[in-house]
């Protein structure tokens, strides 16, 4: 099985922050990566899909970048309706998700 | 407008069984593979199951091989989780979501799959 790897696990940030969320995989996954947004109590959201693609209505301050093991989402500047809890998930073989990283308000 | 709609949640005892369902709408239902997603409380994401187009294929996380199954009925456009000797550590919101897909470049008959759109979600509770 695939194992995916979030850091850090929570981070704090201040609105207009750059910020970075790393996804390593346990094993090669090529650009088969996608990443996710949680806010509490509700459905995750698409962001990225296929490591890099915006998903449809998203804000281009999200990106995505990465194939092979080592992946990472970036937040260009942080806008306060982005807080909230991040996930990578692989589709490479079955599905897998990372454990989160909660992004929370410095 | 593109909808998932769970159902079938409650409280049940450890051992016991229960089926969830979602409704789909706003799109073909039976052009898309379709997962199931679980999330205990205050923990992360697990992927459960997913079904093929068809129904021909599933696949399932390995803390529930031999107790859940997952299915479908194209014409009701509708997904299913038959959920059987339930363990505590089930309890959990069950998601229902579609496996968005597109070609992967210069591999033909190749797909990156994503889950695009989420229904609300169930909650199921295991406990005596």
């Known amino acids: 099985d695939i194992q995916m790897t979030q850091s850090p696990s929570s981070l704090s940030a201040s609105v207009g922050d750059r910020v970075t969320i790393t996804c390593r995989a346990s094993?090669?996954?090529?650009?088969?990566l996608n990443w996710y947004q949680q806010k509490p109590g509700k459905a995750p959201k698409l962001l990225i899909y296929a490591a890099s693609s915006l998903q449809s209505g998203v804000p281009s301050r999200f990106s995505g970048s990465g194939s092979g093991t080592d992946f990472t989402l970036t937040i260009s500047s942080l806008q306060p309706e982005d807080f909230a809890t991040y996930y990578c998930q692989q589709s490479y073989s079955a599905y897998t998700f990372g454990q989160g990283t909660k992004l929370e308000i410095k | 407008e593109v909808q998932l709609v769970e159902s079938g949640g409650g409280l049940v005892q450890p051992g016991g069984s229960l089926r969830l369902s979602c409704a789909a709408s706003g799109f073909t239902f039976s052009s898309y593979w379709m997962s199931w997603v679980r999330q205990a409380p205050g923990k992360g994401l697990e992927w459960v199951a997913n079904?093929?187009?068809?129904?021909?294929?599933?696949y399932y996380v390995d803390s529930v091989k031999g107790r859940f199954t997952i299915s479908r009925d194209n014409a009701k456009n509708s997904l299913y989780l038959q959920m059987n000797s339930l363990r505590a550590e089930d309890t959990a919101v069950y998601y229902c979501?579609?496996?968005?897909?597109?070609?992967?470049?210069?591999?033909?008959?190749?797909?990156?799959?994503?889950?695009?759109?989420w229904g609300k979600g169930t909650t199921v509770t295991v406990s005596s």
């Open positions: 979501a579609r496996d968005g897909f597109v070609v992967v470049p210069a591999a033909p008959g190749a797909y990156y799959y994503y889950m695009d759109v």
């Open positions: 094993q090669s996954i090529s650009s088969y």
């Open positions: 079904i093929k187009q068809d129904g021909s294929e599933k």
